[in-house]
């Protein structure tokens, strides 16, 4: 019998809810096709795909990231403004595509208001130049008469849109990267971008454009770029079809963190910085299959299991593990582009990983707990570590991995408490007894699972519901309670204590 132990006392932090961002990039249908479809019966006269908004919503996203990705390194905003049938139709070279252009800033700012997010703008630092990240920042922020904000103005919108967050750059280590650039060249580049827009625009917060947290770009960019940035970015993919690697190779996020976590004090303790530097793991999800060239073009239209849907939630409990650092993060991405929600003409369905997304989103509290779970663990062999597309992701090294992934967080000012738990064990349950340490549970559980047959189930157009989130009320009280996990689930279990 497995034991999860959780103790009021032991808190590890705050848990900033941004952690639950999204992110739209101008790829494949994730904008045209997916969120905005205008003349389309499911759309609303501005062209907005009602549909889509009814299913984004419950997965309350704080902070939405616009327009790439690795597009946004070809992207001018210019040509996203004013009169739409006005705009120009573009080469799109990131994804070997077309951009009509009809979804640009003003768009992009109305799907954030009526989804409840703050908007997040990348730069373009291919491209583009420091002069057009400068009016971009003035154009939407700008309060003075000057032609940028007036031009807003002219274009419907007198009041500023108050865009907070501004990213510097798209993964510009990457050879995929329009105009990408080495460490040193980047920083330097980033110097000039920053100046220019947090004078036209002090109150924003730039965040400086990070690898995967633990390279030699990190470490650079984090010692040229620390006086101006407030946070750091770090992009993962993981994913392969063994369950077992699939799933734990989701620890690689922490990893991640930790490295980069240290990166950071080190340089705001040699450079003596007061301000934090906090982490903005703004692009992360499962995605493996989709990744020719081919794909590319067809727009990688993901297609996720069961297993990758507890892959997600294993991220998601390692960013609250980790909630003093990663205090921002865009899940990527919304919709149809290794998404959570899957459109055609006529409708949609939910993937199976909205069902953490969602689940993490509305449960999540606002203190993190230090969870301790003694139980089964698995040694995953490094030979299973070579994906499909020959990537190695080095986690073996982590383990063993508890099979039972948890994490716990609470709200003092209510008593609620949130225990999240992935049982990764492909075949079997596991009975656990969850100890609250001196507290007592008063007035019963809600327990929200997601499971299905297997973990290779997936949903489909056909069978919207194969893995779906079940809910039930338990009446239970006391100071331990007895919970079995079933096999490869998610169980998000919502109770009051005391
Ligand atoms: O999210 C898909 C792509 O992955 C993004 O465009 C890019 O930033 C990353 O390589």
């Not at 409840?116 to 939407?140: K, L, R």
């Not at 770029?225 to 690689?252: C, E, R, W």
């Amino acid at each position: 019998m497995a034991r999860i132990g959780i103790d009021l006392h032991r808190r590890i932090g705050s848990v900033d809810r941004r952690i639950f961002g999204n992110f739209i990039e101008h790829l494949g249908r994730c904008i045209y096709g997916g969120i905005f479809e205008e003349g389309s019966s499911l759309s609303d006269p501005r062209g907005y795909r009602l549909d889509v908004l009814e299913a984004v919503r419950p997965l309350r996203v704080p902070v939405l990231r616009w327009p790439g990705g690795n597009f946004v390194s070809g992207y001018h905003w210019l040509d996203g403004v004013g009169p739409v049938d006005a705009r120009p139709r573009r080469s799109e070279l990131a994804w070997y595509a077309e951009e009509s252009n009809r979804f640009g800033t003003n768009e992009f700012i109305e799907y954030c208001r009526r989804i409840g997010a703050e908007p997040y703008i990348c730069v373009n630092m291919g491209t583009g130049s420091m002069d057009e990240a400068q009016a971009w920042v003035e154009y939407c922020n700008g309060t003075g008469n000057t032609s940028w904000a007036n031009l807003r103005r002219q274009h419907g919108h007198p009041e500023p849109h108050g865009v907070r967050y501004w990213g510097l750059g798209n993964e510009m280590y990457g050879g995929w990267q329009i105009g990408s650039l080495s460490a040193e060249d980047y920083v330097k580049k980033a110097r000039t971008f920053a100046l220019v827009m947090k004078r036209t625009d002090p109150t924003i917060e730039l965040i400086g454009c990070g690898h995967n947290g633990w390279s030699d770009w990190d470490a650079i960019v984090l010692e040229g770029l620390a006086p101006i940035v407030d946070y750091h970015s770090i992009h993962l993919y993981t994913g392969q079809p063994d369950h077992y690697a699939n799933v734990f190779q989701s620890h690689q996020a922490e990893r991640a963190v930790r490295i980069c976590s240290a990166l950071i004090e080190q340089v705001r303790l040699t450079q003596r910085i007061a301000h934090p530097i906090h982490i903005a793991f703004d692009e992360w999800n499962v995605w493996y299959r989709t990744r020719s060239h081919e794909d590319r073009v067809g727009g990688v239209e993901e297609r996720y299991n069961l297993s990758d849907a507890l892959a997600v939630a294993t991220y998601l409990n390692g960013f609250i593990r980790n909630c003093r650092t990663v205090r921002l993060a865009n899940f990527a991405q919304l919709v149809n582009a290794i998404a959570p929600i899957f459109t055609s003409a006529t409708g949609l369905f939910r993937q199976t990983i909205y069902h953490p997304l969602r689940l993490y989103a509305e449960h999540t509290l606002s203190t993190a707990l230090d969870v301790q779970v003694d139980g089964p663990t698995y040694d995953l062999p490094a030979d299973r570590e070579q994906d499909v597309i020959g990537r190695v992701h080095h986690v073996a090294d982590l383990g063993p991995f508890s099979l039972l992934d948890a994490s716990a967080t609470w709200d003092p000012a209510t008593g609620q408490l949130t225990l999240a738990v992935v049982n990764r064990d492909r075949e079997r349950s596991h009975l656990a007894t969850i100890d609250l340490g001196g507290a007592t549970v008063t007035g019963g559980l809600l327990v929200s699972d997601v499971t299905g047959p297997d973990v290779g189930a997936v949903n489909s157009f056909e069978r919207p519901d194969v893995v779906c989130v079940q809910e039930r009320r338990r009446e239970v009280g006391g100071a331990t309670l007895d919970y079995d996990f079933p096999a490869h689930s998610l169980s998000v279990l919502r109770m009051q204590v005391r």
